[in-house]
Nanobody
């Protein structure tokens, strides 16, 4: 079956960096648009970043532009999220997601077929 497994979360001070990874199995990874989402306590899940199947296109939420970088390695079936200059408001559970329903990057949650279990990112002030 399809599995998406995130790793790399943790506790970091404001201004620090973390790199999240999401390892995929059970799917043809290169056929999926990949995205990262996050959900803070009491808030809705929101789009953070997305990358197209061939890494040719990326997209970011305004709140993370210039600080976060999404990338993927199709040979390793892994998508990454490099997070720099972290802020307390970045604190959330971060989820990776895979979409075969649309070829372009989508911010819409229903258009993602598969989800990981999430990894906690906590940023202290």
């Amino acid at each position: 079956q399809v599995q998406l497994v995130e790793s790399g979360g943790g506790l970091v001070q404001a201004g620090g960096s973390l790199r999240l990874s999401c390892a995929a199995s059970g799917l043809t990874f290169s056929s999926y648009t990949m995205g990262w989402f996050r959900q803070a306590p009491g808030k809705n899940r929101e789009f953070v970043a997305g990358v197209s199947r061939d890494s040719g296109t990326t997209d970011y939420a305004d709140s993370v532009k210039g600080r976060f970088t999404i990338s993927r390695d199709n040979a390793k079936k892994t998508v990454y999220l490099q997070m720099n200059s972290l802020k307390p408001e970045d604190t959330a559970v971060y989820f990776c997601a895979a979409s075969s329903l649309i070829s372009s990057i989508t911010t819409r949650i229903p258009q993602y077929n598969y989800w990981g279990q999430g990894t906690q990112v906590s940023v202290s002030s």
